[in-house]
């Protein structure tokens, strides 16, 4: 019995302190014409560009991805005409470098092996061609048709199917034929 006494006395004293902090608030005040405050802002989502400046999350993600897929492409392009040459692959890591500002010669070699390890999944190639495609300006999609031309040059000449593969990799990502082959600087 004292249990059970001290229990239901613990349990008034749990219910006194709760009263008296929803008093102490201002909550329990009958006729109270107090609006809460004002939410910081007006919407429930909370973007990056409300979190600050120094916030580079999104702009790290989105350039992790276009390395990524961007590597991906350049190495299929490699892999067309049969085999990868160290020169098309020293051509992708130099891009990697390049682009991934905070990668380091490990991070480009990992960025690599994600790309290789990708290359024999028709259904990834393409969703690295609609993917850069949707996030891609213009200007950046002729940029990667360059990346592709680079490499394509890397090992001293352009093989046609190389060239079918640019072109097929333009039209997806809206450019023309034309446009592909200025690039390419063929007639």
Same mark, same amino acid.
């Given at each position: 019995?004292?249990?059970?006494?001290? %229990?239901?006395?613990?349990?008034?004293?749990?219910?006194?302190?709760?009263a *008296?902090?929803?008093?102490? /608030? @201002?909550?329990?005040? #009958? @006729? /109270?014409?107090?609006?809460?405050?004002?939410?910081?802002?007006?919407? $429930?989502?909370?973007?990056?560009?409300?979190?600050?400046?120094?916030?580079? +999350?999104?702009?790290?993600v989105?350039?992790?991805?276009?390395?990524?897929?961007? +590597?991906?492409? +350049?190495?299929?392009? #490699?892999?067309?005409?049969?085999?990868?040459?160290?020169?098309?692959?020293? =051509?992708?890591?130099?891009?990697?470098?390049? $682009?991934?500002?905070?990668?380091?010669?490990? @991070? =480009? $070699? %990992?960025?690599? +092996?994600?790309? $290789? @390890? /990708?290359?024999?999944?028709?259904?990834?190639?393409?969703? *690295?061609?609609?993917?850069?495609? *949707?996030?891609?300006?213009?200007?950046?999609?002729?940029?990667?048709?360059?990346?592709?031309?680079?490499?394509a040059?890397?090992?001293?000449?352009?093989?046609? =199917?190389?060239?079918?593969?640019?072109?097929?990799?333009?039209?997806?990502?809206?450019?023309?034929? #034309?446009?592909?082959?200025k690039?390419?600087?063929?007639?």
């Amino acid at each position: 019995m004292p249990m059970e006494l001290f %229990l239901f006395g613990l349990l008034l004293l749990a219910v006194a302190v709760a009263a *008296a902090w929803w008093f102490a /608030s @201002g909550r329990g005040a #009958a @006729g /109270s014409s107090e609006q809460p405050p004002p939410r910081a802002w007006a919407s $429930e989502t909370v973007t990056p560009v409300m979190m600050g400046p120094r916030n580079k +999350a999104p702009e790290r993600v989105a350039r992790r991805f276009v390395i990524d897929q961007g +590597a991906l492409l +350049a190495l299929k392009m #490699a892999q067309v005409d049969g085999e990868i040459v160290d020169v098309e692959r020293e =051509a992708v890591r130099r891009f990697i470098l390049a $682009e991934g500002r905070d990668l380091d010669e490990h @991070g =480009a $070699e %990992l960025a690599l +092996a994600r790309a $290789e @390890g /990708s290359l024999d999944n028709p259904i990834q190639v393409e969703n *690295a061609i609609e993917g850069l495609r *949707a996030l891609s300006s213009e200007e950046q999609r002729q940029a990667l048709v360059d990346l592709l031309v680079q490499v394509a040059q890397a090992d001293g000449h352009i093989r046609d =199917a190389e060239v079918v593969f640019m072109e097929r990799v333009g039209a997806k990502l809206g450019l023309s034929s #034309a446009d592909v082959k200025k690039r390419i600087a063929l007639p």
